[in-house]
């Protein structure tokens, strides 16, 4: 992951244009989602040699399935800059996530124009991640357990179910709602450790009112501001050393 020194307030026109997808990008992805038929969501971690194991520090001790890791201010890379992510696995193995602030313009109606029950719905795409983008990945909230979703936190889970999502559409049940991604991120196992450590993540624990109520535009400027006295807080790498 690139991370540069470069003080992104400086530059509010640069910062816009990292986290705007390119309409080319978008249709091309989604032209290779519709031609492979959308896969169900299949998760790989990267396959990277196993970082060398860090000492557990207070920050990646916290760590886990079901929690946020909100961008640092500093963090350019342009596929997670000012991003907040969803945990939907962490293992010896690897972490796996999904990227909950990134909008686009289509509707996912469009991608699957044969589907009766989403031409009545109004659902926007998400993009969860560089990882998969040819596959397409739902977090349910739901009041009961579905047949092929599988529980991050609460009554929030995550599927690739093509059935699923068709019921989801087709069915409307109090207290139940979805989202759909294309893609999700992927890191190997100890690279998100690393990350961490440097700074670039800041963990905070998941809600539901985070993924489906809060305007996507606002998430990561909200977290960041709620953060930022108790990550000036924490102690520095360095510090716990």
């Not at 047949?147 to 609460?154: L, Q, S």
């Not at 990561?220 to 501001?225: D, G, S, V």
Request: no cysteine; proline share 8%; net charge neutral.
């Amino acid at each position: 992951m690139a991370i540069s020194s470069d003080d992104r307030g400086s530059h509010p026109q640069t910062r816009r244009q990292r986290r705007t997808i390119p309409l080319y990008l978008l249709f091309a992805l989604l032209l290779a989602g519709q031609a492979a038929g959308f896969t169900e969501w299949t998760p790989r971690f990267p396959s990277q040699p196993q970082l060398p194991q860090q000492p557990i520090s207070q920050r990646t001790s916290e760590l886990a399935k079901g929690k946020l890791l909100v961008a640092d201010r500093n963090l350019l890379d342009p596929n997670f800059a000012e991003t907040v992510v969803l945990l939907i696995d962490y293992t010896a193995d690897g972490a796996m996530g999904v990227i909950i602030n990134r909008p686009t313009t289509v509707a996912l109606s469009e991608l699957f124009p044969d589907s009766k029950a989403l031409q009545r719905r109004s659902e926007r795409v998400y993009i969860g991640g560089p990882v998969g983008r040819t596959q397409l990945l739902l977090l349910v909230q739901s009041p009961h357990h579905h047949e092929g979703a599988h529980k991050i936190f609460g009554d929030v889970y995550a599927s690739g179910s093509r059935a699923l999502l068709q019921q989801l559409a087709a069915e409307t049940t109090p207290g139940e709602r979805f989202r759909a991604y294309i893609g999700y991120a992927g890191w190997a196992p100890g690279q998100l450790d690393q990350e961490v450590t440097r700074g670039d993540w800041h963990i905070l624990p998941a809600t539901a009112a985070l993924i489906f109520d809060t305007p996507p535009e606002a998430v990561w400027p909200e977290l960041i501001r709620q953060g930022t006295v108790e990550w000036a807080k924490a102690p520095t790498a360095a510090e716990e050393r």
